[in-house]
């Protein structure tokens, strides 16, 4: 079963490339993830509609969200949360 990460980004921000090299690694290794990635300048009716505050902002596949800026070790703790727990 394939899980999605939501990852809500803009060209604007500084610590957004930085992310979402972080989740296309942890997505590459694990075969159950899936990384859709949202341009809030293209796609603001998604933003608004999933109420996104600041970017970057992360939505795990249990709907905890991660906002701002987060180092590696911190993402994948919170999905290995997830899918231990989840």
Known sequence: MEMKILFFTSPTCSWCPFIEQ??????????????????ITKNIEM???MEIVAIPTIILPNNQRIIGAA????IRE????YLIMG
């Open 78 to 81: 919170q999905l290995d949360f």
């Open 71 to 74: 180092d590696e070790a911190f």
């Open 47 to 49: 933003a608004e509609e």
């Open 22 to 39: 972080v989740l296309e690694r942890i997505v590459r290794e694990a075969n159950h993830l899936e990384l859709e990635i949202i341009d």
